[in-house]
């Protein structure tokens, strides 16, 4: 037995004659001003939650912009809740999505990550249950929104926890394009009534509920072939504590 293992070490290579290891790519956190596209991403989003969670705070059913629900006494209590954990969503997806946080604050970034999931699944449950008791206008455009924010989600939660990182990157930034598709909706139909364009109210509505998410998972999905060979944050520090 010891013949054998000397044998073995005899074998080994010496570390010395090993050829020197490939540096591991890191990506450092940019200062604050570096990344201009932040400030204007948080105004947007207090901007959106004003104008459509604003006047649901405190205002009984009777008096809030709440559309037609006959037969279904559970309509403005869940939408309600989708309101509510949905403005958790879209805060907490701007966080995610700030390099920063994620590089100087990895814990902070895993705390807002779960509050954003756990929200999601939360508001797209709530309105996936409401959604047949509204307008049937724009009816199928939420319901496939909703159905791929739910999804996405999950696939970027596993994702993580499999430490896919680069799948992660990938499926979270899909459903930070579904979380903020209303954005482009909003703005479209407050252009569009402000300029008083002649345009039927269905069309109107059917344009509103699929513009936002198209378009923004055609800008996530070119964003991500731009970004293609950038090195992902988790997969170098293993390999760093490899060495």
């Not at 805060?91 to 100087?104: E, S």
């Not at 345009?199 to 998972?217: P, S």
Request: charged share 15%; proline share 8%; aromatic share 14%.
């Amino acid at each position: 037995m010891t013949q054998e293992m000397d044998r073995v070490r005899t074998q080994a290579p010496d570390p010395d004659d090993l050829p020197p290891r490939r540096p591991v790519a890191t990506e450092q956190a940019k200062p604050f001003w570096r990344r201009p596209w932040m400030i204007p991403l948080w105004l947007v989003t207090a901007a959106f939650l004003y104008l459509q969670a604003g006047p649901f705070v405190g205002t009984p059913e009777a008096e809030a912009p709440v559309p037609p629900h006959d037969g279904f006494p559970a309509y403005y209590p869940l939408l309600l809740i989708h309101i509510s954990f949905a403005t958790v969503a879209m805060v907490t997806a701007t966080f995610q999505v700030w390099p920063w946080l994620r590089k100087k604050h990895p814990g902070a970034h895993r705390v807002t990550g779960w509050a954003y999931a756990v929200s999601t699944v939360i508001s797209g449950v709530c309105g996936l249950i409401i959604v047949p008791f509204a307008p049937v206008v724009g009816q199928v455009g939420v319901t496939m929104s909703t159905t791929l924010w739910i999804a996405t989600t999950v696939v970027a939660v596993w994702a993580a926890r499999t430490n896919r990182f680069a799948l992660h990157r990938r499926f979270m930034l899909y459903s930070f394009a579904l979380v903020m598709n209303n954005v482009w909706g909003l703005a479209a139909a407050k252009i569009i009534i402000g300029y008083q364009i002649q345009m039927d109210f269905t069309y109107l509505a059917e344009f509103a509920r699929w513009v936002g998410w198209i378009v923004n998972l055609m800008l996530v999905q070119w964003w991500l072939y731009r970004t293609a060979r950038r090195p992902v944050e988790g997969r170098a520090r293993r390999a760093a504590a490899v060495r």
